[in-house]
């Protein structure tokens, strides 16, 4: 059934799906996957649910009242899951040549503690470090959540998340949990490069749980800070 033709999302047993996602990593997703996770949340929530295939996501959207001049390809909102088929089947992949401070995937608001009650499963974010061009102290984040309450992030891998290895400026995160409270990190990996920082950084948090997951090969950095 087709719930909005002019952005083609179409519910499938109960869950939003992007109709017209375009796999390969060469052709931009970032709006088609936008517009069913806005959708379901103009509906009061949902599931968005991602079939297999690698999907690269481009956009460069500011959240709303963020402190910090970063980009993001996907905006997550409240009482939204984004659900893969599986890691290493849906593969959610950074555009090439991002800005400084680019992430694959953060929170829609992050003014006060206006998002709640959000999840990302079943999937890969891939920094696709390969592609990227950043200079001197400047760096890309995988998945940053700002001021976001009720956070789920269960049985996805976040790898190859460019770094140039300087501090603070440059200092790259796979997973970056800021102000954030009441947060269930299960079943994830923080795989790292020969130039990425840091796996997993949680800071000024309440209430973070990390449960069976591992962070490695972050060669100039820590695999959780």
């Known amino acids: 059934v087709m ?5 083609s999302v179409v519910m499938r047993e109960g869950k939003y799906v992007p ?3 375009v796999s390969g990593g060469v052709v931009s997703n970032s709006v088609s996957i936008q517009a069913a996770i806005n959708l379901a949340a103009t509906n009061g929530g949902g599931v968005v649910k991602l079939p297999p295939g690698t999907f690269m996501v481009d956009s460069t959207t500011r959240p709303v009242g963020s402190d910090w001049a970063y980009t993001a390809g996907i905006l997550m909102r409240s009482h939204v899951t984004l659900d893969g088929s599986g890691v ?3 593969v959610l992949v950074r555009g090439p040549n991002r800005a400084d401070r680019h992430c694959v995937i953060a929170n829609w608001n992050a003014l006060g503690v206006a998002d709640s009650f959000v999840t990302i499963s079943n999937l890969t974010v891939d920094g696709n470090s390969g592609d990227q061009s950043l200079g001197t102290n400047e760096a890309h984040v995988g998945v940053r959540f700002s001021r976001q309450n009720q956070l789920w992030i269960y049985n996805v891998r976040i790898m190859d998340v460019y770094g140039y290895g300087g501090f603070i400026g440059g ?4 997973l970056d949990l800021i102000e954030v409270s009441n ?3 299960t079943d994830c990996v923080f795989q790292g490069n020969a130039g990425s920082v840091s796996g997993c950084s949680i800071s000024y948090s309440l209430n973070v749980l990390v449960n ?3 962070s490695f ?5 820590n695999g959780f800070t």
Request: aromatic share 8%.
């Open 3 to 7: 719930v909005d033709s002019a952005v």
């Open 19 to 21: 109709a017209n996602l």
């Open 88 to 90: 290493g089947q849906t």
């Open 171 to 174: 200092e790259a995160f796979d």
């Open 183 to 185: 947060a269930y990190i």
């Open 212 to 214: 069976n997951s591992s």
């Open 217 to 221: 090969g972050h060669a100039k950095g």
